[in-house]
C-alpha cells in the first residue's frame, strides 16, 4: 500500500502567519493526492484535490503544490477560523496522512 | 445539494457485526463511487471501502473479507457491515460521495460531501 507521511505532526502559529504543511508519498503518486480540513466534532472538508485545484468556494488563501512524492499546502495568511486538523490523502489507493494539527500560539 | 446522513446502533458488541446505512438526499445515487471511511477517537482518517452506483465494490486490504457495502438505489441508501468487530472499530464511522475528474486517462477522486459521522462504540 502506498503511505503517506505529513510533517508536522502540530504547529503553533498566529494569526497572519504564512503556514506551510508537507505529504510525502512512499512512491511517486503523479497528482492524485487531495487536502482536507477537519475542526473538532465535524467531517473533513475538501480544500484541494488532484494536488493543486482548489475546491469551489474555497477561500484563495489555500493553495497546493508538488507532484510526484512531496506536496505541500500552504494557507497564506492564517485566520482565526483556519485553527483546525489538516489531512493529507492519495487517492491513488487512498490512504491519509496522519494529520498535522494548527494550534493558536 | 447533496447531504449524506448515516444511521445505525451505537453500540455493537465484541464479535458481532456493525451495520451502518446512509441515506443520500438532493441527489441521485447513479454514475457516482459513495464511500465509507473511519476515525478512531483521538486518531487519523481510514478509508474502508467504496462502491460504484453498479454495485462494483473495492475494500481496503487491511479489513479484508470483513468488510461488505451494499446498494440500495430505491431507497437512496448505501450500506456498510463490518463482521467479527472488536475493540480497534470503535470510531466515528463516515460516508461520503467520491467525485472524480478525467484528466487524459486519469481519474482523479476526492471525498465531497461528508456525512456528519456516526460514532460506534465496540464494548460488552
Known amino acids: 500500500d502506498i503511505q503517506v507521511t505529513q510533517s508536522p505532526s502540530s504547529l503553533s502559529a498566529s494569526v497572519g502567519d504564512r503556514v506551510t504543511i508537507t505529504c510525502r508519498a512512499s512512491q511517486n503518486i503523479g497528482n492524485f493526492l487531495n487536502w482536507y480540513q477537519q475542526k473538532p466534532g465535524k467531517a473533513p472538508k475538501v480544500l484541494i484535490y488532484a494536488a493543486t485545484t482548489l475546491q469551489g468556494g474555497v477561500s484563495s488563501r489555500f493553495s497546493g503544490s508538488g507532484s510526484g512524492t512531496d506536496f505541500t499546502l500552504t494557507i497564506s495568511s492564517l485566520q482565526p477560523e483556519d485553527f483546525a486538523t489538516y489531512y493529507c490523502q492519495q487517492s491513488y489507493s487512498v490512504t491519509f496522512g496522519g494529520g498535522t494539527k494548527v494550534e493558536i500560539k | 445539494q447533496v447531504q449524506l446522513q448515516e444511521s445505525g446502533p451505537g453500540l455493537v458488541k465484541p464479535s458481532e457485526t456493525l451495520s451502518l446505512t446512509c441515506t443520500v438526499s438532493?441527489?441521485?445515487?447513479?454514475?457516482?463511487?459513495w464511500s465509507w471511511i473511519r476515525q478512531p477517537p483521538g486518531k487519523g482518517l481510514e478509508w474502508i471501502g467504496n462502491?460504484?452506483?453498479?454495485?462494483?465494490?473495492r475494500y481496503t486490504p487491511s479489513l479484508g473479507s470483513r468488510v461488505t457495502i451494499s446498494l440500495d438505489t430505491s431507497k437512496s441508501q448505501f450500506s456498510l457491515k463490518l463482521n467479527s468487530v472488536t475493540a480497534a472499530d470503535t470510531a466515528v464511522y463516515y460516508c461520503?460521495?467520491?467525485?472524480?475528474?478525467?484528466?487524459?486517462?486519469?481519474?482523479?477522486?476526492?471525498?465531497?460531501?461528508w456525512g456528519q459521522g456516526t460514532l460506534v462504540i465496540v464494548s460488552s
Open positions: 438532493g441527489g441521485s445515487l447513479s454514475t457516482y463511487f
Open positions: 461520503a460521495r467520491d467525485l472524480y475528474m478525467s484528466v487524459a486517462g486519469d481519474l482523479y477522486t476526492w471525498f465531497d460531501p
Open positions: 462502491i460504484y452506483s453498479t454495485g462494483s465494490t
